[in-house]
DNA sequence: CCGCTCGATGTAATCGATTTCAGGGATAGC
DNA sequence: GCTATCCCTGAAATCGATTACATCGAGCGG
């Protein structure tokens, strides 16, 4: 590889004007400046990205950490995140932490080594390597979540209303005529299960229908949505319909309904949540609470850009619009 | 940050010994490693990456870049590159390219510039500006391809035999009686579409079955497994039978078919390729090609750690396993 | 014709680590 | 008691860029 150092000797200036040439061009003489880049194409310079992170102390790059890159939720905000962080000319380092909080506090530490500029965490759990940053530092922290959190804990985030989301889908299903409802929630460990739970209680509440919500807690997996589904319909096999927390879970309970010979919708109408892309093609089409994955991601950066300008006095709660997108998986109670 | 200097003043020693104590201790007396480790964990002190990459001109990083990462396929092999990366103290650096040509070169010239130690590519475009690279260090050049590339191309590379592949999933489809069977390939720009297109003849040849194939070029999407079955049922009404060079294109067949009222597999069998998740969960369950994509992640990066360390002399072709998987969307044919 | 300003360029310090080489002290061997 | 050896530690060079400051020459006003 060659160095500023090459390209200076070859074009008879010195290091100072190479590096003005690519970083400021206004500044230099148009003669030399023209000297300068043949000397670099001639060379195929590229800045050694080590040497100048070392002087600047940016490293441009974005560390985004995820529960599970192969869920799809997950890999369509990441999407979002890749290309806001691509277009303000930052990279992204990817952090798959596997729900193993070990893994995560690997990637906090990367975070404090300044092994990137900041941090976006797409699971519900900040890095016990970072309670320190943020606390020094607080909304100036480096630190967003990308759709996790509950409007009223200490990180800037991007989300929607989960618990009116929720609400709305159960008011979808009660429209419908339907009572008796199994919920699938996902770990309530996760402040989206419980804003969304408690969405449904809200929604059941001004019904009057608690006593006919039967409520089962899942991971967010497809096994854990023909488990939980199983469960739920052996407990009360009057339910009608069913409400997951997580497209995935919904998959898994039209799974267990074939298992059980139930149809849908006919018999058991199903409701999930996120609209992943495969939604809409399952059998039935599934209805669901559609969020804005990509723009999830693309905010995220977004708020994280604004705290590297120092733009950010406080944190920041950006919520974005869910929709309930209705398809033919839920139907009128039997 | 406290640097190196801060903890030797506050050691009393000199900044070499603190080094040594972080990555040689064995070199250092006992008293003094644990007075320096004192300070390290009092100034909660982490080495700046940016000065020990500079001055060992190694960046600890893997770049991948893959051509969506919302797709279930790649974003599994991904898991697997992470998995493995992390295990031999890499980070990934992700890239979705997003099918652009553009930002494919992009991260080549990530590569060029030394932001990473090695690339795992997982589309089938070389970047052109890594092909110079590719020249002057052949073998030894940090550039492996996780899935796509063809054993006779010349760059490293971790993959399943897809023609045989293919041939196995026609064979069962002949076995079941079916003889006018639908094939939806990939773009055949892609040599896996190439390769599996290749096993799809072998097979229909050693059968005499060349007549009865119907093939439509796709491009892995579900909205062009809808569009292709769509056309090749227009075009040859007496299909029994349909080939999809992807799980996520078998999933819009299955859309494709309920539209037109038939039924899978009583109507029409069903073969996917890849066997992401949900393949298992469709309805009917899909019979598919399964391919070991956390497998073929962790290859690629094994393939990529054996060049960092000069143990390549040559290309390595890597074939994985694969499997076909029946499940239900595959039948006698009527 | 002198001094001042300004534009263009060079000099050198700096970022924070690693690592080579040299030196100092203790121990052991003779 | 003197030297050789072995540990341990420190001084300083180094990686490749950026940038504050210095310098130099040209042009211009008075």
Redesign the interface.
């Known amino acids: 590889?060659a160095t500023i150092q090459d390209v200076a000797r070859s074009a008879g200036v010195s290091t100072a004007t190479v590096s003005r040439v690519l970083s400021t061009p206004e500044l230099v003489a148009e003669p030399t400046r023209l000297r300068v880049m043949t000397a670099v194409t001639a060379l195929?310079y590229?800045?050694?990205?080590?040497?100048k992170?070392?002087r600047t102390?940016r490293?441009e790059?974005i560390l985004?950490t995820v529960p599970?890159?192969?869920n799809?939720f997950f890999?369509?905000v990441?999407?979002g995140v890749?290309?806001a962080a691509?277009d303000a000319g930052y990279?992204?380092?990817?952090?798959?932490t596997?729900h193993e909080p070990e893994?995560e506090e690997?990637y906090g530490?990367?975070l404090?080594?300044?092994?990137a500029d900041g941090l976006i965490f797409l699971g519900h759990r900040l890095p016990d390597s970072l309670t320190?940053m943020m606390q020094a530092q607080g909304p100036r922290a480096p630190i967003v979540n990308g759709c996790e959190f509950s409007p009223d804990l200490a990180v800037s985030s991007a989300h929607i209303d989960n618990e009116r989301a929720a609400a709305e889908a159960m008011e979808h299903l009660y429209g419908l005529g339907h009572s008796r409802i199994g919920v699938i929630t996902g770990p309530l460990a996760s402040p989206i299960s419980r804003d969304r739970l408690a969405g449904v209680h809200t929604a059941a509440g001004a019904r009057g229908q608690d006593a006919g919500l039967r409520i089962a807690t899942g991971d967010f997996s497809?096994e854990s949505g023909v488990r939980e589904t199983l469960a739920l319909l052996d407990g009360d096999p009057s339910l009608t319909a069913l409400f997951c927390f997580s497209d995935e879970m919904a998959?898994?309970a039209?799974?267990a309904l074939?298992q059980k010979g139930l149809r849908c919708p006919q018999d058991v109408s199903l409701v999930g949540f996120d609209d992943i892309?495969?939604a809409k093609?399952?059998?039935p089409a599934l209805t669901t609470v559609a969020q804005p994955m990509e723009q999830l991601g693309q905010e995220a950066v977004r708020l994280l850009l604004d705290i590297f300008a120092g733009r950010s006095q406080d944190f920041q709660q950006v919520t974005l619009h869910h929709r309930l997108v209705v398809r033919d998986s839920t139907a009128r109670a039997p």
């Open positions: 590889m195929g590229a800045p050694n990205m080590a040497a992170m070392l102390l490293t790059k985004v599970d890159i192969s799809p890999s369509q990441i999407r890749e290309q691509q990279s992204v380092l990817l952090g798959d596997r893994r690997r530490e990367m404090r080594r300044k092994e320190d497809i998959m898994g039209l799974d074939r892309r495969f093609h399952l059998n």
